[in-house]
């Protein structure tokens, strides 16, 4: 790790696209040199700020004080928090307002907020005046580590997750780590399932790392900055060499298949949050690999026993309430768009930092392991 941030300073991190390139800013009280950095960017630009309402409550005036204090006009449309914005209601909405504030080609939209926001603002930027650049200021771990990362928007069907979207870059990424300080804890932890999932699925000595520093990324000490660096590095560096997700890419979905089953199983509702639910899904991913003797017993004790450390779900005992049966379940992971001609693909592991891509999975095989482990419960 380097040395520690100084506040307003900020580790660069590139994500080499071409002439999609762009920046990725991260540091400790970014969000004063938004405007500055748009204004380096799209001189003249007017923007729109797509936020929810509780990020409004928190953020929103800092945010317009921003842009603000570089010229910058910006208007603001405020939508309510969670996943049931990702939705074609929401997205019309946003659309709609953007048009009404008279967001041109040339003017910029700002996503400012969680993965939801993220990618729901990213959809329309993609959609309205048939594609309006915008910037992403992620608000959530997750968002800084991951969603905000690589272009992916979307809303959900109602055949599953992020099934309605488009891939649209976005210009630049600002990652203010303070803006983590007012995050709810459970949703902290939650997004820390994916910055675990950079270390299992790729990155040993990164995973060692996090065994040993987590509780300081937690309580906001210098490596959080240094997580959320490694994390957008590893993302960037895939994504680089893999944009629309033909191979490579995949990998980044580890525990996404059994998690957006759960998720989805769960009614998006508050009962299992995403980052959960990848947490459960990468869990099942070594717990799998393991029954397939893809990967040592070990391994998977050692993945699942950090979750577990740092309070994510780890087991199917431990999402509250019911959980949908065997058949249920068989069924979301069908709809999950990862399915090809009947065989299943998932991301398995052959140890910690170890993940691949096998697309020859028996659903059969899914089918008596989810068996099993519901009985677990
Ligand atoms: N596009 C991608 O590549 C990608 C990758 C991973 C996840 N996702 C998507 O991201 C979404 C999950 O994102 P998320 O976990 O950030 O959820 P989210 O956007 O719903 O944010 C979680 C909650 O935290 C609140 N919040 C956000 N920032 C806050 C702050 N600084 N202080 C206090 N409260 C704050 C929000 O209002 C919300 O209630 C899912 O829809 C998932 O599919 C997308
Ligand atoms: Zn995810």
Redesign the pocket.
């Known amino acids: 790790m380097t040395a520690p941030l100084r506040p307003g300073e900020a580790i660069m991190v590139q994500v080499a696209l071409g002439a999609r390139a762009y920046d990725i800013a991260i540091g400790r009280e970014l969000l004063g040199s938004l405007g500055v950095r748009i204004k380096a960017l799209r001189p003249g630009a007017k923007t729109a700020i797509i936020t929810?309402a509780?990020?409004a409550k928190?953020?929103l005036a800092a945010t317009e004080a921003a842009l603000k204090s570089a010229a910058i006009d910006s208007a603001s449309i405020v939508v309510p928090?969670?996943?049931g914005s990702?939705s074609y209601a929401t997205f019309e909405t946003v659309c709609e307002a953007i048009i009404a504030a008279r967001i041109e080609r040339g003017d910029l939209i700002v996503a400012l907020?969680?993965?939801?926001?993220?990618?729901l603002a990213g959809f329309a930027a993609a959609s309205a005046r048939r594609g309006l650049d915008f910037v992403q200021v992620p608000?959530?771990l997750?968002?800084q580590v991951?969603?905000s990362v690589?272009g992916?928007?979307g809303i959900n069907s109602r055949h599953g997750?992020?099934l309605i979207g488009a891939f649209h870059q976005p210009i630049l990424v600002v990652a203010d780590t303070a803006?983590?300080d007012?995050?709810?804890k459970r949703?902290f932890r939650?997004?820390y399932a994916?910055v675990a999932k950079c270390g299992l699925l790729g990155d040993a000595a990164f995973f060692s790392w996090l065994e040993a520093n987590w509780q300081d990324i937690f309580s906001g000490g210098p490596a959080r900055e240094h997580a959320i660096a490694v994390c957008c590095r590893a993302k960037a560096a895939i994504v680089a060499r893999d944009e629309r997700e033909t191979g490579e890419r995949a990998l980044l979905n580890l525990g996404h298949t059994f998690g957006h089953a759960l998720e989805a199983g769960c009614g998006f509702s508050d009962r299992l949050?995403?980052?959960e639910a990848v947490a459960l899904g990468m869990a099942l991913a070594f717990e799998f690999s393991a029954r397939k003797k893809l990967t040592a017993k070990s391994e998977a004790e050692r993945a699942l026993s950090h979750l577990a450390a740092v309070g994510l779900p780890t087991h199917l005992k431990d999402i509250l309430g019911g959980v949908p049966g065997v058949d249920a379940l068989m069924d979301l992971i069908a709809q999950d768009k990862k399915v090809k001609r009947g065989k299943l693909t998932f991301i398995l592991v052959r140890g910690v930092g170890q993940a691949f891509i096998e697309n020859n999975v028996d659903s059969a095989e899914v089918r008596a392991f989810l068996t099993d482990k519901l009985a677990e419960r």
Request: glycine content about 20%.
């Open positions: 929810d509780t990020v928190l953020h928090p969670g996943e990702k907020g969680g993965g939801v926001i993220g990618d608000t959530t997750l968002a991951d969603s690589g992916k928007t997750k992020n803006l983590l007012t995050l709810p949703e939650a997004g994916e949050l995403h980052g």
